[in-house]
């Protein structure tokens, strides 16, 4: 089933905007081209086989179920209601500051992540990438493994997991700062190394190719691995 916005209001729920002109199931594959405009899911309980969306696509209620592994090469936000990425998802960019993204499987972000409020849960791997600037965790985030890459993190709420946490540098030659004072373009407080909760499996800071240099200053305590 594809998107031709035949309804012209670039609502999820007007059948007209469907290829079939009825508002797609859940055994059907669901493909949305680059559009001018944001499709945006306000209400109702939607279920669908898969998406592949070109176009950014704002969650601000109801309900979306995704079956199997899913792609927006856009920015998903979510600012209400709920989302169910229960084969996985991958989306170039997403905010969340309501509602709630759960998943079953991984959720990957290849280029920019705001989370403001709401909730990410039930997903086994986070991987989320901040192309540019500062990744912010402002919301405990929660998985069995974790991966954050960024020019630079600031941590002001929890990391949990019990797989292998991943801090990594966007950059290799990027110099790593470790404990308050240390100095690094990529750097970690005291008080953000405290946020690194127990139960991860290892935990790594840096990146195997890294060529920057590492600077400690203590006393840092790690309370894992």
Same mark, same amino acid.
């Given at each position: 089933?594809?998107?031709?916005?035949?309804?012209?209001?670039? +609502?999820?729920?007007?059948?007209?905007?469907?290829?079939?002109?009825?508002?797609?199931? #859940?055994?059907?594959?669901?493909?949305?081209?680059?559009?001018?405009?944001?499709?945006?899911?306000?209400?109702?309980? *939607?279920?669908?086989?898969?998406?592949?969306?070109?176009?950014?696509?704002?969650?601000?209620?109801?309900?979306?179920?995704?079956?199997?592994?899913?792609?927006?090469?856009?920015?998903?936000?979510? #600012?209400?209601?709920?989302?169910?990425?229960?084969?996985?998802?991958?989306?170039?960019?997403?905010?969340?500051? #309501?509602?709630?993204?759960?998943?079953?499987?991984?959720?990957?972000?290849?280029?920019?992540?705001? *989370?403001?409020?709401?909730?990410?849960?039930?997903?086994?791997?986070?991987?989320?990438?901040?192309? #540019?600037?500062? +990744?912010?965790?402002?919301?405990?985030?929660?998985?069995?493994?974790?991966?954050?890459?960024?020019?630079?993190?600031?941590?002001?709420?929890?990391?949990?997991?019990?797989?292998?946490?991943?801090?990594?540098?966007?950059?290799?030659?990027?110099?790593?700062?470790?404990?308050?004072?240390?100095?690094?373009?990529?750097?970690?407080?005291?008080?953000?190394?405290?946020?690194?909760?127990?139960?991860?499996?290892?935990?790594?800071?840096?990146?195997?190719?890294?060529?920057?240099?590492?600077?400690?200053?203590?006393?840092?305590?790690?309370?894992?691995?």
């Amino acid at each position: 089933v594809s998107w031709d916005n035949g309804a012209g209001d670039f +609502l999820w729920t007007s059948l007209l905007n469907w290829s079939t002109d009825l508002l797609p199931g #859940s055994t059907q594959n669901v493909t949305i081209s680059v559009l001018g405009s944001p499709v945006t899911l306000s209400s109702g309980a *939607h279920s669908i086989k898969s998406l592949l969306s070109d176009a950014n696509l704002i969650v601000s209620g109801g309900s979306l179920t995704l079956a199997n592994p899913s792609t927006i090469n856009a920015a998903l936000t979510v #600012s209400g209601g709920t989302v169910n990425a229960n084969g996985g998802l991958t989306t170039s960019a997403l905010t969340v500051s #309501s509602g709630t993204l759960n998943g079953l499987a991984s959720l990957i972000v290849s280029n920019g992540f705001s *989370h403001s409020g709401g909730a990410l849960t039930g997903f086994g791997l986070l991987d989320i990438t901040q192309a #540019s600037g500062v +990744l912010s965790v402002a919301v405990p985030l929660a998985a069995t493994t974790i991966s954050l890459t960024a020019p630079d993190l600031a941590l002001t709420a929890s990391l949990t997991g019990t797989g292998a946490l991943t801090l990594r540098p966007a950059a290799a030659s990027s110099s790593i700062g470790i404990g308050t004072g240390a100095v690094g373009s990529f750097s970690l407080d005291t008080t953000e190394i405290g946020l690194l909760t127990d139960g991860f499996s290892s935990m790594t800071i840096g990146r195997a190719d890294g060529s920057g240099i590492v600077t400690a200053q203590g006393p840092v305590t790690f309370n894992d691995p």
